[in-house]
């Protein structure tokens, strides 16, 4: 028992053993520790984005309406436009409004974003078939006749879809 590798291990060994104990119960301190600033963090993020995600969503809401193409036909028509000048008026507003809220893309979801294209995409086709149908006539109530006609035989208007993807994705949140 006097061999000197025997009492260098007897001496180490217990050292060795408490030193990996106590590395292995630091680690995993350290790791909860950090752990819980992760959650703390992306908790703090979630308190701060929510009111921006509605407010996207609040946006895209308004928009969805505001090229919804009853409202729309109501709100840009002018009694004495021609039929060529409204239809480009038309266009031209529902682009600046998909322009105005282009940024909104951040906060919401792929799949409401793909909406809010498609509804400002298929209500400028509405439009533009509702000019090809009317030709160059000198009347803009023409036109709008001719665009309610169309939006009557559908059984849902682009904006309406694109308002139930966000009504949709809104409830996941809460």
């Not at 969805?64 to 840009?76: D, F, K, Q, T, W």
């Not at 209500?123 to 000198?138: A, F, K």
């Amino acid at each position: 028992m006097n061999d000197p590798v025997i009492l260098v291990l007897v001496a180490v060994l217990p050292s060795i053993v408490v030193f990996l104990t106590a590395f292995f119960l630091l680690k995993q301190v350290l790791a909860g520790q950090a752990g819980q600033r992760s959650m703390d963090v992306r908790k703090e993020d979630h308190k701060h984005l929510l009111p921006l995600r509605l407010q996207a969503y609040e946006r895209l809401t308004l928009f969805s309406e505001r090229i919804n193409p009853g409202a729309l036909v109501l709100r840009v028509h002018k009694g004495s436009m021609g039929s060529r000048t409204f239809h480009g008026t038309l266009v031209a507003t529902i682009r600046e409004e998909y322009e105005h809220n282009v940024t909104q893309q951040v906060y919401v979801g792929d799949k409401v974003w793909s909406k809010v294209k498609q509804a400002k995409e298929e209500t400028i086709r509405l439009v533009n078939l509702s000019y090809e149908q009317t030709g160059d006539t000198p009347s803009g109530t023409e036109l709008s006749r001719r665009i309610f006609e169309n939006v009557s035989k559908l059984s849902h208007t682009p904006s309406q879809e694109c308002l139930v993807a966000i009504k949709e994705e809104v409830r996941r949140l809460f």
